[in-house]
């Protein structure tokens, strides 16, 4: 397995492939990984094929962390994360560091995006203009300029023939989609299923924040999804009236509060007034001071 930190060298390597007719299949990642990412990597042998290679990018994007949220604290563990993909029998990782990621000849940052660790004269940034206005985009309104941005920017290094994300961040996976279709990047988007626990909790590399009684408690996450599937294959429900049980639902936990759910057409992400079989749910809860999201095919 190669480590490369170099941008230019992770293009050189994926160019070299290009000319020799070698498929490249591609998990970008934040690193911390888990089952989840590893049934991506699997999903990313598998269709790079018998000579193909798969590339595993470790980098925790500051672009898409807002000042209020998480960056400093996310889970690392380089370590880790080489061991596990070396076991997974990923070809290259490729790990860089903000200043390959974001060059530039200043290092003061710019307060009117207020992206840490992005300096002020990077100015270049890929937006989707519809599917990111809700959900995950009205909660954290910088989050997604900063993911469309990175994932552009890897695909231009990396060079992938297919690119694989979890369904977990269903949002993110479509505006991904949104953006390959708009921008004609040759690469193909597999979207693979939610890895769960035992419980059904989805893993995330945010699950390491719980402690012993809010692991117990975000499981309601899940119970929620089951509850408003199970009411929905009886009879279609009004959607306001279905988030306001669900909001009571939650808050039964006494450590969860819900940031939002809702419902939506699966392809448009257009929010629906009623709640019915083939819709989309998706819904963030804190869970003391971890913020947990997840969602259901209806």
Known sequence: MRIISSAAAMQKVALSWKR?????????????LHAGHLSLVREARKRAGKNG????????NPAQFAPTEDLAKYPRDLKRDLKLCRAA????????SDAEMYPAGSSRCDDRTAQRAVPASFSTYVVEEKLSRTMEGAARPTHFRGVTTV???LFNLVLP???????????QAAIIKRMVADLNFPVKIIVAPTVRESDGLAMSSRNKFLDAEQ???AVILFHALRAASLAVKRKPASAARLKADLKEFITAAPLARLDYVEFFDPETLVPVAQAKRGAQMALAVFVGKTRLIDNAHL
């Open 20 to 32: 020799r007719g070698i498929r490249a299949g591609f998990v970008p990642t934040m690193g911390y």
């Open 151 to 153: 994932v552009a920017k």
């Open 215 to 217: 692991r117990s408690q």
């Open 53 to 60: 290679r798969v590339v595993v990018s470790i980098y925790v």
């Open 161 to 171: 023939d297919v690119a694989v994300f979890g369904q977990k961040d269903f949002q």
């Open 89 to 96: 029998g990923v070809d290259v990782i490729f790990s860089p």
